[in-house]
Structures are given as C-alpha cells and as structure tokens.
C-alpha cells in the first residue's frame, strides 16, 4: 500500500483497473485508520473503565465508578423513550389537504419503525447514543432491501386459428421491500480526513463476513481470493469478543462522493471486489448522516469523550476511595499487654457478662495502674480522623466531577429541605441547559436518519407498498390517497411541501405533550363556544367560522390526526349550506298560541266595529229625521 506521507496528487496516480482501484482504497484506509488510531485507543481506555475491567496493576483499587453511574443518568434522561417521526406541511397551508395527508403517510411508515417489535431501530439509535455518551462516537447506517421473484405471462394465442399472438415472457416482480436500518460500532466506521463534516469525501463500514458470505455476495472467483484473519489477531486491545471460532474477512463498503461509486473492498486482496453506480440516488448520497459526534471543533472531526475531560478527577476519586478502604481495614481495636498478667487478655477472650476475672496480687496490681497501666492501644481516633477527612474529600470530588460532567444535584433526585420550589425550579432549568443541547444533537441525528429513510420510500417503495404498509384506505382522508402517494413520489415537490423531524425523546416532555393536548382542547373549547349564538344568529356565516378553526387548528402540531375530520365538516358546509333555524316544539306551540289569541282580538275588534257602525247609522238617521221639517208646525219667518 501507498505510504501515507506520499500524498495523492490525481485519481490518475492508481491505474482504472481492480487492483488500481484496490491500491487506492487500500491508502485512503489506512490513512483514515491512523487518523483516528489515537480517538480509538482513547476509546478503548474507556470502555475498560466504563466496565470496571483491572489490570494487574488496578486489581488492589476501591473504585466508585460514577462514570458509568452519570452515563446511565444522561442515558435515561435523553433516551427515555424510542422516538416518534413528527411530518407535516411546510407551511402548515390548512387547504393543501394532499400534503397534509403525504404527510400523515410517510409519518406512520415511519413510526412503524419504532412499534414494530422486530425492528432494530430503536436497538440501533439506543446503541448508538451510549456509544456518544461513552466513547464519544455514535453512528447507524441506512439500507435498502428488496425482494423479486421471476414471473411468468403466459402466451396469448388465438382461439381461432390456433396461431400464437404475443409470445409467454417473464417479469421480475417486487415481492417485499424495506429500508432498515444497521448499528455501526465506533471502531467500524471510517470517513476520510477532514475539519468538518461538509468536508468529508468518502464514509465506509467495515463489515465481517465468511467464506460462505464472501462467495454469495460476490461469487466464487473473487469469494475465494479473499484472505481470512481471526480477530484474536486483529483487535487485540478491544473489548469485543475475542474467542470466536470464524476466520472472517475484513469487507470495506466505501461510498465515494466525488465520483458518486460504491467500492467494496477487502483487507488483504489485491483487486477491488465490487463497484456500483449510486444505489440509492440521495440527495446527500451517504447512506448516513452526520454522526453523532462529542466536543468536535472546526479544526479536526475527531471526536473527545467526555470522560477525558473528567478524567483526573475520576483517578482523584479512586484513589482517595482506596485510601479510605484501607483505612477502614485498619480502624480496629489493637493494642499490647503484660504478658505476666494474663488476665488482661482473659478478659477480652473468656469473660461472659457479669463475670470477674480474679488479681493475684490486688494490691500490686493497683499500684502498677490497674488494666490502664498494663495495656496500651492503637491510637484509632487518628485513622478515624484521616477516614472523616477522607470521606468530606471524596464528596467535594464527587461534586467536583458532577459540575464538569454538568450533572446537577436536582437532575440526581438530590435536594435540600430549606431549598424552596423557585430556587429548585432555577437550578433545573440552568442544570438542564447542557442536557437540552445534547438532546438537539441527538434530535438533529435521528431527524437525518429518518429523513434518508423517508427518501428512500420516495424513491424506491412501490405506491401499492406504501398504500399498504400505511393502511391509509382505511382512514377519514382516503380521497386524498392518491393524489398524496404521487406527491411522495414526485421528490421535487415533496421536499418543499412536507417536512421530516423528530420528535423529543426526553422524559420530561410527556408532560409538554399532555399540556399541548390540553391547551389545545381549552383553546378550541373557547372558540366554540364564543361562535356558536353568532353562528345560530347568522346560520350563514357557519362555514366561515368553521375555516377560521381550520385555518387555526393547522397551527397546533398535535392536531394533525383529526384535521381531516374537520376538513370533511367545513366541505359538508360548503356543499350544503344550512337553511334557517327550525323553532322547537315549545316554541311552535307557543306561537300557534300567540296566533290564536291574535284571531280572538282581531274577531272582536270586528265586531266591537260592526257595533260601533250600527250605532253610527241609527244616530244618523235619528238626526236626519229630527233635521225633516213637521208640517203641523208653522212656518218660519226669515
């Protein structure tokens, strides 16, 4: 192989041949192994330490692993639950129905992944996310998996002639499909050197396989030329097993951005075993993302662990707890005494309660001192003393470890009695800010996880299987299907009209998600209620405040579920609007009443008329005869 010290100048420097190609893989390799040699040694160091496994130097040791104490603290509180794939439209259009339900589809094909029992998604993140916390490393790789059977369409003949139309022919068919997803060790990954990740040119995975497993995935020819290493040989400082029975080989699957190739290659072979065209077509081309990397800076992506930084204070640790294990062992009640009075001794061997060892001589006895003056002791209260000193020591250590670790005491469950609710409250919010920063890394990892799975359903699942495996047919939004199955497919628009992320993953945000629900609930309670006597005023102003809710509801992310319930109601609105209101029974019966009584007033109004008339006339007419000249009168002189 090519000395890394002799730099690369050109592709042009290895010749386009299989052993060209195997000679310049083989480099990149290497160089990429040094790289990172001192990353894994540290790496090493403090697995051995997280698993409390001595050398013969250390087998004497009293330790308190609080590393491995803290790092399953951090463990449940950033990984508390598997994580759940929040998709939804991109800018939360409430009439963009078909990205709405896109959405909902590629959500539950993406969350199957963490139900279903048999899947390694959440074995792989959480391996994954200790292996960030232990070592300072963390990554899992994305595969595309399909399975086609062979066929066959019969000949069409004619029923007639006998004469053959269209030939029998074959097809492949997709019989299943998956994209899962693969747990790479730390010690298994390699990418080539850079400063920052948007730097890096190749990833690779080291995987082991057989002879039987090399002749299948490459056949017998190359299968056979492949050498085999035991890994008593090849690891020989790791913490893996090293009794395993296999000879394996070592494979490399390269992927090459610069040139958008996959290269398989083997430790040891002298020719390149595989080279394919992009499988994938992603738009980042890896098949993983940005591994979860701990205290990387700009100038090398070389992870640090975080025990690193702790690491005297761990070593302070152990050996003051050492110290007080062996000052314990000699905090014990010795001492000497006059061999010639031999009671001293009886009196700590053979006396029972309430028995007397006799004095031969009292009074001699008593002159010399009595037991005082024949035994001397220990003097214990110093090593009590050093022990007390000691222990007060170990805690200020402990302390010490948690504040550069940035575990504080209330995430511990620890608190002070005379601490009231306000200061415990500030000391989990600024104990908490370092854990919410990790749990963005680890939000923004999975997020790139599930984003590269959800491009790998866009562009390689069949529609059927995604109808299938979504069981979206079967929902308030199956109008919306099809049109939502081909926007998944048509990768242009999907990626502007629907997001991926993750949700959290933390403990302490089940109690966020209950209060979103609840306030959500509140909010939409509020808004009935205020428009409800203006809808019953105004019968057509419905549909209107029903889109004023939809356009509302679209905001709330745990609304998503039951948009489409909501959709179906202000369509129903729109195509059928309500008439006025019908009045109630008591109200008819009560305005048939008012009716009637109105009737009645009327009718004697009219006859109270025809009265008043009739009166009217009789008077009239009695003052036209009074008003008639009486001819038995004489006439009038003018």
């Known amino acids: 192989l090519m000395e890394v010290q002799n730099k690369i100048e050109s592709n042009t420097d290895f010749a ?60 449940s509180l950033l990984y508390a639950r598997p994580p759940k794939a929040s998709v939804a439209r991109s800018f939360l259009d409430a009439d963009d129905d078909v990205a709405r339900v896109a959405g909902q589809i590629v959500q539950r094909l993406l969350n199957r992944s963490f139900d279903d029992n048999v899947s390694s998604w959440d ?80 990833v690779a995975r080291r995987v082991y396989m057989t002879r039987d497993q090399l002749i299948q995935r490459f056949g017998e020819q190359i299968g056979k030329m ?39 290659y083997a430790k040891g072979c002298d020719i390149i075993l595989d080279i394919k065209d992009d499988p994938l077509q992603l738009d980042g081309f890896f098949p993983c993302p940005k591994p979860l ?49 031999d009671g001293i001794q009886r009196m700590f061997n053979q006396a029972a309660e309430n028995q007397l060892i006799p004095v031969d001589n009292w009074a001699m006895f008593a002159e010399a001192g009595g037991v005082k003056g024949k035994v001397d002791w220990v003097p214990i209260d110093q090593v009590v003393n050093a022990i007390d ?62 984003r590269i799975k959800a491009e790998i359903i866009s562009k390689h699942w069949q529609p059927e299987t995604i109808a299938e495996r979504s069981n979206i047919m079967r929902t308030p939004d199956a109008q919306y299907a099809g049109p939502a199955i081909q926007l998944i497919k048509d990768e ?9 992320e993750a949700d959290s993953m933390a403990a ?74 019908q009045p109630s029974p008591e109200q008819q019966a009560k305005t048939a009443a008012d009716i009637a009584k109105a009737k009645e007033r009327e009718a004697n109004a009219q006859e109270t008329q025809v009265d008043t008339q009739a009166k009217v006339l009789q008077m009239n007419a009695a003052v036209r005869a009074a008003m008639q000249p009486n001819p038995n009168l004489p006439p009038i002189v003018r």
């Open 16 to 75: 386009d041949t299989p052993s060209g190609q195997a000679q310049r893989w083989g480099a990149e390799i290497e160089a990429s192994k040094k790289e990172m040699m001192k990353f894994q040694e540290d790496a090493d160091r403090i697995t051995r330490r997280y698993l409390d496994r001595r050398d013969e130097w250390h087998k004497e040791e009293s330790r308190v692993n609080l590393f491995w104490s803290s790092t399953k603290v951090l463990l």
């Open 123 to 202: 074995a792989s993140i959480r391996q994954g996310i200790e292996d960030w916390l232990i070592v300072g490393m963390g990554q899992s790789w994305m595969r595309y998996e399909v399975e086609t059977q062979i066929e066959e369409i019969p000949a069409q003949i004619d029923p007639i002639t006998g004469v053959e139309l269209v030939p029998s022919s074959t097809y492949e068919r997709i019989v299943k499909e998956d994209a899962p997803i693969d747990y790479i060790y730390w010690k298994d990954f390699f990418y080539s050197p850079a400063r920052v990740w948007g730097e890096v040119r190749w």
């Open 226 to 264: 492949v050498p085999l290493f035991s890994r008593e040989t090849t690891e020989t400082n790791a913490q893996t097993p090293k009794y395993d029975p296999w000879s394996k080989a070592q494979v490399f699957e390269i992927w090459s951005k610069e040139d958008k190739k996959v290269y398989w």
């Open 293 to 341: 990397v701990a205290n990387v800076t700009s100038s090398n992506f070389i992870g640090r662990a975080d025990y690193i930084f702790a690491q005297d204070q761990f070593n302070e640790l152990d050996e003051i707890n050492t110290r007080i294990t062996w000052l314990t062992r000699a905090a014990k009640i010795v001492g000497v005494y006059d061999k010639n009075h």
């Open 389 to 450: 000193h000691l222990r007060q020591y170990r805690q200020d250590k402990t302390v010490q470890i948690y504040e550069v670790l940035g575990i504080s005491d209330i995430m511990r469950g620890t608190t002070r009695a005379t601490e009231t609710a306000t200061a415990q409250q500030i000391k989990a919010q600024f104990g908490s800010t370092r854990i919410q920063l990790n749990q963005f890394y680890i939000a923004e990892w999975i997020t790139n996880l599930l």
């Open 492 to 500: 242009r628009l999907a990626e502007y009209r629907i997001n991926v």
């Open 508 to 581: 302490l945000d089940w109690a966020a998600e209950r209060d979103s629900a609840v306030q959500f609930m509140q909010g939409l309670g509020a808004f009935i209620a205020q428009v409800s006597p203006m809808a019953q005023a105004v019968p057509g102003a419905a549909p209107y405040f029903l889109k004023l809710m939809q356009w509302a509801v679209a905001k709330f992310r745990v609304s998503s579920e039951i948009e489409g319930v909501i959709d179906q109601a202000v369509g129903q609105l729109q195509a059928n609007p309500p008439g006025p209101p």
